[in-house]
T-cell receptor, first 112, second 111 residues
Framework: GQQLNQSPQSMFIQEGEDVSMNCTSS?????WLWYKQDPGEGPVLLIA?????ELTSNGRLTAQFGITRKDSFLNISASIPSDVGIYFC????????????FGTGTRLTIIP | NAGVTQTPKFQVLKTGQSMTLQCAQD?????MYWYRQDPGMGLRLIYY???????DKGEVPNGYNVSRLNKREFSLRLESAAPSQTSVYFC??????????FGNGTRLTVT
């Protein structure tokens, strides 16, 4: 199957700091999605990207679809306690979900 | 506004036992999916149903069967559970080319 590398695996930051994480694929994707998972819950969609170079924001979150179509980035500005959780990227070569590949997740922890 | 509802939330099985995980969605979505989530790995697709009456294998279908009972419901069956099937199982739904909506998962332990 397709390889999707997500980094970093974990992050420990202080409240108010900015966060950056990224995903890279071994092949070209036409869709990039970013999800967040809180403990005991299912992933919730944060941002969807469908066009190379696209930059999309959702509040303090900004995600970009890389120009090469093989990577995507998620930034969180001015982190707050409710940002704690696991962030997953997901990508697909087509626009259907049956071929969606998920990253292994970035666990974000905020140090008091 | 339930979205995607999964039952049960937790289950412990002995090796060889069978069980069915239930999933229902109230968003009138055509497509439904079953994923498993293991530590250190991304979500992996077990089976999906693009529309009522159809089902297809995903990346890791061995040891599982599914039934798309109607447009709302999509169940996952383990006929003879194995310790390797210890995992968190997520059901999801979507319209054809829209992002997935996930349930809150079923945590399954097979001893």
């Amino acid at each position: 199957g397709q390889q999707l590398n997500q980094s970093p695996q974990s992050m420990f930051i202080q409240e108010g700091e900015d966060v950056s994480m990224n995903c890279t694929s071994s092949s070209i994707f036409n869709t990039w999605l970013w999800y967040k998972q809180d403990p005991g819950e299912g992933p919730v969609l944060l941002i969807a990207l469908y066009k190379a170079g696209e930059l999309t924001s959702n509040g303090r979150l900004t995600a970009q679809f890389g120009i090469t179509r093989k990577d995507s980035f998620l930034n969180i500005s001015a982190s707050i306690p409710s940002d704690v959780g696991i962030y997953f990227c997901a990508g697909s070569a087509n626009f259907g979900n049956e071929k969606l590949t998920f990253g292994t997740g970035t666990r974000l922890t905020i140090i008091p | 506004n339930a979205g995607v509802t999964q039952t049960p939330k937790f289950q412990v099985l002995k090796t060889g036992q069978s069980m069915t995980l239930q999933c229902a969605q109230d968003m009138n979505h055509n497509s439904m999916y079953w994923y498993r989530q293991d530590p250190g790995m991304g979500l992996r697709l077990i089976y999906y149903s693009a529309s009522e009456g159809t089902t297809d294998k995903g990346e890791v279908p061995n040891g599982y069967n599914v039934s798309r009972l109607n447009k709302r419901e999509f169940s996952l069956r383990l006929e003879s559970a194995a310790p390797s099937q210890t995992s968190v199982y997520f059901c999801a739904s979507s319209q054809v080319v829209s992002p997935l909506h996930f349930g809150n998962g079923t945590r399954l332990t097979v001893t």
